[in-house]
């Protein structure tokens, strides 16, 4: 209420006479107070004719707008700095239900994009499966399997030169350190023959 009284008093008259609701007076002091007095003053004075009869989201965007109009350079400082501050959290909820939110840079963000699983083991940090979008894993995950395997897996083989195979073929197996094997290029054809059948077994110690 002080951002009201004491900083747009303005907001708080079209408030006070009904012309706006308590919403969209909202959304104007939320949207400016990274700003100094002066400039919430000009952005609240510049949006507050069209509020009463925009949405929420279309004043919102006005406000957004008419920040960066009136403080480009500052527009541009604050975006690097919540840039650091940007994540995406799962919160559990009642029902067996979750809620996941996100805060993304806007030309980056969840229209046209997908989104990837990607597991990490809890005591190394060290990226283990990255689910059924790519059949090519990662540099780090193929790291982890080539460090791991060493030599063919094929029993009896020890040839050093290997690649990364999916025992469960892709799509029908994820890329995942389970689901990936260490093969020689020879006994890599040879899997997709019909009379073999693959299986990845744990390495030994």
């Known amino acids: 209420m002080h951002d009201l009284t004491g900083t747009l008093p303005a907001v708080f008259t079209a408030l006070q006479t009904g012309s706006i609701d308590l919403i969209r007076s909202r959304i104007i002091t939320e949207g400016t107070r990274s700003l100094d007095k002066h ?3 000009a952005v609240a004075d510049k949006v507050l004719a069209k509020a009463p009869t925009q949405t929420p989201a279309t004043l919102r965007a006005a406000v957004a707008r008419a920040v960066h109009i009136l403080d480009p350079t500052g527009a541009e400082e604050r975006h690097k700095a919540d840039l650091t501050d940007r994540r995406i959290t799962l919160t559990p909820r009642e029902n067996g239900m979750s809620e996941l939110w996100a805060f993304l840079p806007a030309d980056r963000a969840a229209a046209d994009a997908t989104w990837q699983r990607l597991l990490t083991d809890p005591a190394t940090g060290a990226l283990t499966d ?3 979008t790519h059949y090519t894993p990662p540099a780090a995950l193929a790291e982890y399997g080539l460090t791991r395997d060493r030599r063919c897996r094929f029993s009896g083989c020890r040839q ?5 195979d999916h025992p ?10 389970y689901n990936l094997a260490g093969l020689c290029r020879h006994h890599h ?3 997709q023959h019909p009379r073999w059948h693959a299986s990845l077994q744990p390495m030994p110690e």
């Open 39 to 41: 400039l919430r003053v």
């Open 130 to 132: 990255i689910g059924r």
């Open 160 to 164: 050093p030169r290997i690649d990364l």
């Open 168 to 177: 469960i073929p892709y799509p029908a197996g994820p890329t995942a350190d």
């Open 189 to 191: 054809r040879l899997k």
